[in-house]
């Protein structure tokens, strides 16, 4: 009897043993489906969106790069243009200015000789003037210097010969 006891036992062991296997699998199948499926695709979207984030975060970082080198080139042409048009600018106000002073210069010189020539003529006219009175004025500071009357009348050509020959104006 132990012999069927034990293989009741036994049988009853492998139906539990068969139901809990079952219930096992079942189990199993369904968090599979249910569970084990969805989330293992959650943690692979996770992965390729991080991945994807990752790629596209170094491209971005990449294309900043690019456009921060071509904005740097970009700014040195523009300083060299900028630069360049400078310089010629400069250029032109100077010859500009030089153009202008020289002209004032000449302007000015033109004037100098006219007031030269002016100056020049106007002493002439004064030494001729006051020619013939050489002769009466030196025979009155000499009257007045020897307290007698005294007449120089000889002295009037020599005098005119030395005050010709003596410069207007040093220019």
Do not use: C
Not at 19 to 26: E, G, R, Y
Not at 49 to 54: D, E, P, R
């Amino acid at each position: 009897m132990q012999i069927m006891e034990g293989l009741v036992l036994n049988q009853q062991f492998a139906i539990e043993f068969s139901i809990q296997l079952a219930l096992f699998l079942s189990s199993l199948f369904v968090m599979n489906l249910w569970v084990f499926k969805p989330l293992l695709e959650l943690i692979h979207i996770r992965e390729q969106k991080t991945h994807g984030l990752k790629d596209a975060a170094e491209k971005a970082k990449l294309k900043a790069e690019k456009l921060k080198a071509d904005y740097e080139n970009f700014i040195k042409a523009e300083h060299r243009t900028t630069s360049l048009w400078m310089d010629e600018e400069r250029k032109k106000i100077s010859e500009e200015e030089h153009r202008i002073t020289q002209a004032a210069r000449d302007d000015v010189g033109e004037k100098l000789n006219g007031l030269r020539k002016q100056i020049k003529t106007d002493v002439e006219k004064a030494r001729a003037d006051l020619s013939p009175l050489i002769s009466d004025f030196a025979s009155r500071i000499a009257s007045k210097l020897v307290g007698k009357t005294v007449s120089i009348a000889g002295i009037n050509s020599d005098l005119k010969k030395n005050l010709n020959n003596r410069p207007v104006i040093q220019g």
